[in-house]
């Protein structure tokens, strides 16, 4: 599976828009990216995932350049609640491959 | 709708003693199943995985061992305790969805 790079950790104000980037350079033609996050002490939890084109759900939108060598999670409106360390996987589709890296961890301020 | 579950949540045990972990899922049937470790301040790493009763795939040699007993029952076993076996382990399933996993709430066992 490809590799990705996460800046090890954001912060985002409030109600404001937190935007996680992710580099996956490397990335085949058949490899989808993921999403997923982490709060404290508790199991990850899927937000999206996208093949070529831009996705979003009740959650998150993901933002796929042309290449796909790079990603954009958004998080329209962030709350206290969204504090989480946010993962960024590439992925054949194959569940027993995903590889959790050390994520993105992003700090929500009041 | 699917759930779950394991425990205990958590566990404080000593060296050279027995483990176990146990998970189960409801509201599916035949799921992958996989059993993950996070240590403190590092990633997932997957130990085990699942396909069906009694078929268990190993990904990292190690002093734990995996058993499905049941459809929806997966349990992470050890007949002596390491110091690095420390961490917070994960049983998850895996969705209809496409690369899509279930994480239960997590076990953080802490080996003195």
């Known amino acids: 599976d490809a590799k990705t790079t996460q800046p090890t950790s954001m912060d985002c104000a409030e109600g404001r828009a937190a935007n996680l980037p992710c580099n996956h350079s490397?990335?085949?033609?058949?490899?989808?990216v993921y999403w997923y996050r982490q709060i404290h002490s508790q199991g990850p939890q899927y937000i999206i995932h996208?093949?070529?084109n831009n996705e979003t759900n009740e959650m998150a939108s993901l933002i796929i350049t042309e290449d796909r060598k790079s990603s954009t999670l958004i998080l329209p409106h962030a709350t206290l609640r969204d504090t989480a360390v946010y993962y960024c996987?590439?992925?054949?589709?194959?569940?027993?491959?995903?590889?959790f890296g050390t994520g993105t961890r992003l700090q929500v301020t009041l | 709708s699917q759930t779950i579950h394991q425990w205990p949540a958590t566990l404080v045990q000593p060296v050279g003693s027995p483990l176990s972990l146990e998970c189960t899922v409801e509201?599916?049937?035949?799921?992958?199943l996989y059993w993950y470790r996070q240590a403190a301040g590092r990633g997932l790493q997957l130990l085990f995985y699942?396909?069906?009763?009694?078929?268990i795939s190993s990904e990292v040699p190690q002093n734990l061992s995996a058993s499905r007993p049941q459809d929806r029952q997966f349990i992470l076993s050890s007949k002596k305790l390491l110091l690095s076996d420390s961490g917070f382990y994960l049983c998850?399933?895996?969705?209809?969805?496409?690369?899509?996993?279930?994480f239960g709430e997590g076990s953080r066992l802490t080996v003195l």
């Open positions: 998850a399933w895996s969705g209809t969805r496409r690369g899509e996993l279930f």
């Open positions: 509201g599916t049937s035949n799921p992958n």
């Open positions: 996987i590439v992925n054949t589709g194959t569940a027993s491959k995903l590889t």
């Open positions: 996208g093949l070529k």
């Open positions: 699942s396909v069906g009763i009694g078929q």
């Open positions: 490397t990335i085949s033609g058949n490899e989808y």
